[in-house]
């Protein structure tokens, strides 16, 4: 039924998620064949009580996961990921602003051209251009061949340069240019410093990602993900040993 899941724990912005879903409904070809799917903490009643609206409004357009434990920052997207129904997901957020018109097609387009359909397709996100990747597309292969779109490992940040290592080892890292998803970061002066970029900072502050990304743990994790990810590619390539 849907061509594109949106996939987007949020937490204390409920106007912002909204302005992201308008976004991208109102930018996209086919607006009826994407849907959102989300996470939201038990004890947000005024996010809840938007994704009860949104889902009045949109049908099953709308999903809602609620959650009932603590959940590690990177392993929500997955989270999202189970529930979702299309082929192609985007790992998103509740501060991006689709700003092309007929991105789901660029987007649709680019997976079609690929047999094997691993890659990362990112959009510019108006400050990081090529260099990284913040949010961007994936399809269920890579999911299903993982058993994650990455390990739930990372407190806050990293999980993109993580995904972006991945990719461009494959030689499987897509950048559309022209098709902005903005990025209304606070560090970027697009957003203000809010209750929920406070928390993130104060995880940023008590756990060490850089040094948890860095680790040999992780760079074997890395490994590992690219060798499977490489044989899916291998067995459609025709050269699988």
Same mark, same amino acid.
């Given at each position: 039924m849907f061509d594109i899941s949106i996939l987007c724990p949020t937490k204390? =912005?409920?106007d912002s998620l909204e302005r992201m879903w308008l976004s991208a409904l109102g930018s996209a070809q086919e607006p009826d064949k994407v849907e959102l799917v989300l996470y939201v903490e038990p004890y947000d009643d005024q996010t809840l009580s938007k994704c009860e609206n949104l889902r009045v409004q949109y049908g099953n357009k709308i999903k809602t996961i609620v959650g009932s434990e603590e959940v590690i920052y990177s392993d929500?997207?997955?989270l999202c990921c189970s529930e979702s129904s299309a082929d192609i997901f985007m790992c998103a957020a509740d501060d991006l602003v689709? =700003?092309?018109y007929k991105w789901d097609k660029v987007v649709k387009n680019i997976f079609s051209k690929s047999e094997d359909k691993i890659m990362y397709v990112y959009p510019n996100d108006g400050h990081w251009g090529e260099e990284l990747g913040t949010h961007g597309f994936f399809h269920? =292969?890579?999911f299903d061949?993982? !058993?994650y779109i990455l390990p739930p490992i990372f407190t806050v940040d990293y999980s993109d340069n993580y995904l972006m290592d991945v990719s461009r080892s494959l030689n499987r890292a897509i950048y559309m240019e022209n098709v902005l998803v903005e990025h209304m970061h606070w560090t970027? !002066?697009?957003?203000?410093f809010d209750i929920t970029a406070q928390e993130a900072h104060t995880r940023r502050q008590s756990t060490n990602n850089s040094e948890l990304y860095n680790s040999e743990e992780t760079q074997s994790a890395q490994y590992q993900d690219i060798l499977k990810l490489h044989h899916v590619i291998d067995s459609f390539s025709g050269s699988d040993s």
């Amino acid at each position: 039924m849907f061509d594109i899941s949106i996939l987007c724990p949020t937490k204390y =912005r409920h106007d912002s998620l909204e302005r992201m879903w308008l976004s991208a409904l109102g930018s996209a070809q086919e607006p009826d064949k994407v849907e959102l799917v989300l996470y939201v903490e038990p004890y947000d009643d005024q996010t809840l009580s938007k994704c009860e609206n949104l889902r009045v409004q949109y049908g099953n357009k709308i999903k809602t996961i609620v959650g009932s434990e603590e959940v590690i920052y990177s392993d929500l997207h997955n989270l999202c990921c189970s529930e979702s129904s299309a082929d192609i997901f985007m790992c998103a957020a509740d501060d991006l602003v689709f =700003r092309t018109y007929k991105w789901d097609k660029v987007v649709k387009n680019i997976f079609s051209k690929s047999e094997d359909k691993i890659m990362y397709v990112y959009p510019n996100d108006g400050h990081w251009g090529e260099e990284l990747g913040t949010h961007g597309f994936f399809h269920k =292969r890579w999911f299903d061949t993982l !058993g994650y779109i990455l390990p739930p490992i990372f407190t806050v940040d990293y999980s993109d340069n993580y995904l972006m290592d991945v990719s461009r080892s494959l030689n499987r890292a897509i950048y559309m240019e022209n098709v902005l998803v903005e990025h209304m970061h606070w560090t970027f !002066g697009k957003s203000e410093f809010d209750i929920t970029a406070q928390e993130a900072h104060t995880r940023r502050q008590s756990t060490n990602n850089s040094e948890l990304y860095n680790s040999e743990e992780t760079q074997s994790a890395q490994y590992q993900d690219i060798l499977k990810l490489h044989h899916v590619i291998d067995s459609f390539s025709g050269s699988d040993s």
